[in-house]
């Protein structure tokens, strides 16, 4: 069975939809559960650099699913379909999570609850 993958990707970390958060706690709450077999932390995905980070995580094929929080999941499948394709990751186990917008706390708890109905 792959792995388990999660990233936190938080604009830059300058977005007003981020100032309610501790980034650094939500990942540390998160990495601590063991819900994930991975986490880490992107500035910006949705950018040259982020597309390449995304083609160089998966393509070795250990990653089966890999949960995003950062904004909107429709934009999230547009911005790295290339990325998925690239390195022939099915796009179908991306599971996209909005977290905008959310206290540290609550995005705790939308990551928990994303990862239970999406294992």
Known sequence: ??????????????????????IFGVLSDVRR?????YVCLHPQLCVGDGEEFLKVLLSGGETEKLYIAACDPQMQCKMFRDAFEAVGFDKANHIALDIRNRTTDEAVAAIKEMAAKNP
Do not use: N
């Open 1 to 22: 069975m792959g792995k388990k993958g999660f990233i936190l990707c938080v604009c830059q970390g300058t977005c007003p939809s981020f100032t309610k958060m501790d």
């Open 33 to 37: 559960e063991k819900i994930f077999d």
